[in-house]
């Protein structure tokens, strides 16, 4: 099946939904005031803004803050747009109403080419696939921080619904003062009128409440004061003084702890134990069989009355794990087997064609070289910095948990499942995230500690897991493998480039698991599986990139950048392949390949520029170059290399940025030095390793990180924009790898085609 077969097919099956909704008028994000929590003396005036007593802004914020400074961001949009100081916008968090839902998340889930998707001269196709998936999304209100999605999304929702608080604080104003609202000025969030009237918004609040002026826009950019400048982050002084709240930080009255151990087997059951030694130890209370919750793995929780005292019940408890594979009946999951299948795979399907133009098999035949290559890269764990963790308690029919997640709305399905009540009766408190990555778009912990609490009779319980339990039962970045052909003409000059990858599909495993009414028997053609690969900006005649999505039987998730995060190793090294093979400079040819994308080839130049590509560098270093988009933002970077003591050594990293429209220059930078360090940490060392269905590296000595001394100096430089806003958690990390393996080549003569790299 081919990419646009697949795509109306998707559209007609869906055509007795477009003519409905194409009766209905668009659907506001607006909200109803009563979305927000009722609070003594504060005014809702819409689904996102209440005005505070004192005139402070209180804001429901629906994303999660794991780092990426997204609580600061979106508050600078609600601080610009009513004219009121950064500092005085509250957050709390937003309910479960459908306009919270992350609608650009599911649109940008589309396989679209981004050369045909950009701009305003996009196909009637496209737009139509927009607009459904849109509509959906919209609908469905699924609640995700995730696809470096949030300011996209909330870009415009956030900036109208305080632009129209302002508005009718404005109107309740002249209303009172008997002025026409024109003349009206607002200055850090105090109203005031020529003739001497003044009042801040929390005088006004009530006044304000119910109407909604017509004809209301947000602010034009030459009027922005805050949007652009860099901002000091919100939740950093709380971090520094320690009264910032992470899911491990939750204290409660008679709160009870529980260490967990699960089957080594990934996806295994619950085994029959010997609890009588870990009973008898002290501060221990009881311990619970755990159900595989989520896609995860069973096993048991032990509960007592610190975390000290149940990790040691739980090493004390007895129990004999079955032998993997021995009672499915099926082969263990091993990575060395399921290589060789990806390989098989490779070389017998055809797979799935995500992109085709021109004339690529007549290329083919008539060329006067080919020049094939294999890539792979394997399985990678998430290592966040806060493992798995969620308190619980179930009491009265209720349930209520305080949980570090991506996906709040899914927690509390999970919780409400566990606990047999409906969800209504479930409240979710978000707390700050130590790192998601991806790995809090999961659940299986959630349910888990509900499940312990649902033992301690209504007793608050701390579920936490270890950091070898955090390891080895993942949701797994998939191992893929990626085969290159490339044809080259009689002038020397490429003349086809044929892809095709091998993988898991990620999408369908998890709506599997998290939205199973939403999942259906058949997998869709999953974007993730070759973003990265179909949608190269290089002007290359003749194309064809396809996949086959294959069913390891491995758990796998999201990492952060998602299929990219591979896929740009992959495709940005043969790159650079081609121009060694045809004589010409790394950059230069990609400058010539990308003559109809002048985007990026400014991001690249500007990259090059700063780095000073082409000019002489200190003896035994090197450098190397990539290009790559993805979650709409165009991201280049040089890496300086050098191979110290049999050790690879990136000296120094310069990052360009094409990211639309930028709210915080400072969290762009920062998100490019973390970007750094993770994605170095992946192409230096991650590896998970999969022998009998056990997972092999268990902590960071055998998964190791980057150290402080080890990370490289990063220099960003952000390109001027007025594009729509987009992401930035995540575009850093797909070019880091294959700019460190290009400047390999370039030092060692040698070609790495595998992660990690080698020295």
Same mark, same amino acid.
């Given at each position: ?293 989520? @896609? &995860?793995?069973? #096993? ?8 000290? +005292? !149940?990790? *040691?019940? $739980?090493? /004390?408890? %007895? ?114 995230? @130590? &790192?998601?990555? #991806? ?8 349910? +888990? !500690?509900? *499940?312990? $609490?649902? /033992?301690? %009779? ?129 950059? !230069? ?171």
């Amino acid at each position: 099946m081919k990419r646009r077969t697949w795509i109306l097919s998707a559209l007609g099956a869906t055509g007795a939904l477009v003519v409905g909704w194409g009766a209905m008028p668009a659907r506001s994000r607006l909200g109803s005031p009563e979305l927000m929590l009722p609070t003594q003396g504060d005014v809702a005036l819409n689904g996102w803004i209440k005005i505070a007593a004192d005139g402070a802004v209180v804001l429901a914020m629906p994303r999660s803050e794991m780092g990426q400074g997204v609580h600061t961001a979106l508050a600078m949009l609600v601080a610009e747009e009513l004219d009121v100081p950064l500092n005085r916008v509250r957050l709390e968090q937003a309910g479960a109403d459908s306009i919270y839902g992350n609608v650009a998340m599911l649109v940008a889930s589309l396989p679209f080419h981004p050369l045909d998707s950009e701009g305003e001269h996009k196909s009637i196709k496209i737009k139509l696939a927009e607009w459904i998936v849109g509509k959906i999304a919209r609908e469905l209100g699924i609640n995700a921080t995730g696809g470096s999605s949030s300011v996209a999304d909330l870009w415009e929702p956030l900036r109208m619904a305080a632009a129209t608080a302002r508005a009718s604080l404005v109107q309740a104003a002249a209303a009172a003062w008997k002025v026409p609202a024109s003349e009206i000025t607002v200055r850090d969030g105090v109203m005031q009128h020529a003739s001497g009237q003044k009042a801040h918004y929390g005088q006004m609040g009530a006044a304000a409440a119910g109407s909604t002026p017509p004809n209301i826009a947000p602010k034009t950019r030459e009027d922005w004061k805050l949007i652009g400048q860099s901002a000091a982050r919100s939740d950093i002084p709380a971090k520094v003084t320690g009264q910032a709240q992470f899911g491990m930080d939750v204290r409660l009255p008679g709160l009870l702890f529980a260490a967990v151990r699960m089957n080594p087997v990934l996806g295994g059951a619950a085994a029959p134990m010997d609890t009588q030694a870990a009973l008898a130890l002290p501060g221990v209370s009881q311990v619970v069989a755990l159900d595989a919750w989520g @896609g &995860g793995t069973g #096993g048991f929780a032990v509960v007592a009355t610190n975390t000290w +005292q !149940a990790r *040691q019940g $739980a090493q /004390a408890v %007895k129990v004999q794990w079955p032998t993997p594979g021995a009672s499915s009946g099926h082969q263990a999951l091993d990575t060395t087997r399921i290589q060789a299948d990806l390989l098989k795979a490779l070389n017998t399907e055809s797979g799935f064609t995500f992109h085709e133009q021109g004339l690529p098999l007549k290329a083919e035949q008539t060329a006067a070289s080919r020049i094939d290559a294999l890539y792979q890269a394997p399985y990678l764990a998430h290592a966040t910095m806060e493992p798995m963790n969620c308190t619980a308690r179930v009491k009265d029919g209720k349930v209520e948990v305080w949980v570090p997640t991506q996906v709040p709305q899914m927690a509390r399905a999970m919780a409400a499942k566990v606990a047999g009540v409906k969800e209504d009766q479930v409240t979710v408190h978000v707390t700050l995230l @130590g &790192g998601g990555f #991806g790995r809090r778009l999961e659940v299986d912990f959630v349910g +888990q !500690a509900v *499940q312990v $609490a649902m /033992a301690c %009779k209504g007793a608050p319980v701390q579920l936490v897991w270890s950091r070898e339990e955090d390891m080895t039962h993942d949701f797994y970045r998939p191992m893929h493998l990626a085969k290159f052909q490339a044809s080259i003409d009689a002038q020397g000059e490429v003349s086809s480039l044929r892809i095709k990858s091998a993988g898991d599909a990620i999408t369908p495993r998890w709506m599997a698991r998290a939205a199973p009414h939403l999942s259906g028997p058949i997998d869709m053609p999953d974007k993730t599986t070759s973003e990265g690969l179909f949608d190269l900006p290089y002007g290359f005649l003749n194309q064809h990139m396809s996949h086959v999505a294959t069913k390891s039987g491995v758990p796998v998730g999201f990492w952060r950048s998602v299929g990219h995060s591979h896929n740009a190793f992959f495709s940005e090294s043969f790159i650079d392949e081609l121009a060694v093979a045809t004589k010409q400079d790394p950059l !230069a040819f990609r400058l010539k390949l990308l003559k109809d994308a002048p985007r990026y080839a400014a991001v690249l130049q500007l990259a090059a520029t700063q780095a000073g590509w082409g000019k002489p560098l200190p003896a035994g270093r090197a450098q190397g170059i990539a290009l790559h988009k993805s979650f709409g933002s165009i991201v280049a970077q040089v890496a300086e290399v050098s191979v110290e003591q049999g050790q690879i050594r990136v000296h120094r990293v310069v990052c360009a940025i094409d990211c639309g429209t930028v709210v915080n220059p400072d969290t762009v930078a920062q998100q490019m030095q973390s970007s750094m360090v993770y994605a170095l940490s992946a192409a230096l060392y991650g590896q998970i390793d999969i022998v009998g269905g056990v997972v092999q590296q268990s902590n960071f000595p055998s998964y190791p990180m980057v150290t402080l001394s080890q990370a490289p100096t990063v220099e960003t430089h952000i390109v001027p924009s007025t594009r729509h806003p987009a992401g930035v958690g995540e575009p850093a990390v797909p070019p880091l790898a294959p700019a460190v393996g290009n400047a390999l080549f370039a030092l060692t003569g040698k070609r790495q085609r595998a992660l990690p790299l080698k020295p």
